[in-house]
């Protein structure tokens, strides 16, 4: 299937690696150009160098910071740079918080985070919705986490604020349907990633138990018995990103393996 992919442009957040780095690759093998960010120079440039070899669409990239006040004007004044003109596909993601209990939330500790994973996701958008809108077609995909559906214990920051994104982007895609620009959510359950390693590890010190038990446990609560790729994942951000995913707005996604047990 042609997902039309080819040409678009496209700025994922948070793609030196992981969930992100798993969208930027199946968007350029799809033929769209993407501009990657993260904090990691050298990490991006060696992802955006792979990608750039295998093709056929192109990679940028720029260094970001989400809990940085600037970085919304920083990132549009770059995509304007390197595109000349407005993006086509927004991909938000902030990555995971660190984990820990709710009990222990801080005020401060609640405003840094929610400024960096709400506000400044809801400012990017707002920033590149006009051109998007101007020209009859957008895709804003979000990264959130399964906790939205069923809270994940031990992940209070992140089970806390992320539901403050469906709200967001919910009522936006009723507004901007009729416009051919659409709004969705793609949430993640257990993805193989660096974060998941640690998230595992931690688990394993706290239970005195081996990693290996801690992974296998979690895995045969899954459904499909394993965990995730970011390959999966990345495909199925392309299709929802894509032409062909026109009539899906307003939609939050589980890529999950079934592991989320509500309707």
Not at 13 to 23: D, E, K, T
Not at 179 to 186: A, D, I, P, R, S
Not at 218 to 240: H, K, N
Request: proline content about 4%.
């Amino acid at each position: 299937m042609d997902l039309g992919l080819m040409g678009k442009r496209a700025l994922v957040l948070a793609s030196s690696r992981g969930l992100g780095a798993g969208i930027a690759a199946a968007l350029v093998q799809e033929g769209a150009d993407v501009i990657l960010c993260g904090r990691n120079r050298d990490e991006l440039a060696q992802r955006t160098s792979r990608l750039n070899d295998a093709g056929p669409g192109r990679a940028f990239f720029t260094e970001a910071d989400l809990f940085q006040e600037d970085v919304v004007e920083r990132l549009t004044t770059t995509v304007s740079q390197i595109y000349g003109g407005a993006l086509d596909i927004l991909v938000n993601n902030s990555g995971g918080p660190p984990p820990g209990r709710a009990a222990d939330l801080t005020p401060d500790l609640l405003t840094t985070y929610f400024n960096a994973m709400v506000l400044r996701l809801i400012d990017l958008t707002h920033a590149v919705l006009p051109g998007m809108r101007e020209r009859g077609f957008g895709r804003i995909l979000t990264v959130a986490s399964s906790g939205i559906i069923e809270p994940i214990p031990g992940l209070a920051l992140s089970n806390t604020l992320r539901p403050a994104l469906s709200g967001w982007s919910k009522t936006l895609a009723s507004e901007v349907a009729a416009e051919g620009v659409t709004v969705n959510m793609l949430l993640p359950g257990s993805i193989l990633t660096a974060r998941l390693d640690d998230l595992d590890r931690r688990a394993a010190e706290r239970s005195g138990r081996s990693l290996e038990a801690v992974r296998a446990e979690s895995e045969a609560a899954i459904p499909a018995g394993r965990y995730g790729t970011t390959e999966e994942f990345g495909a199925t951000a392309a299709f929802l990103l894509s032409e062909r995913a026109s009539y899906i707005t307003g939609s939050m996604i589980r890529c999950d393996g079934g592991a989320a047990r509500s309707v």
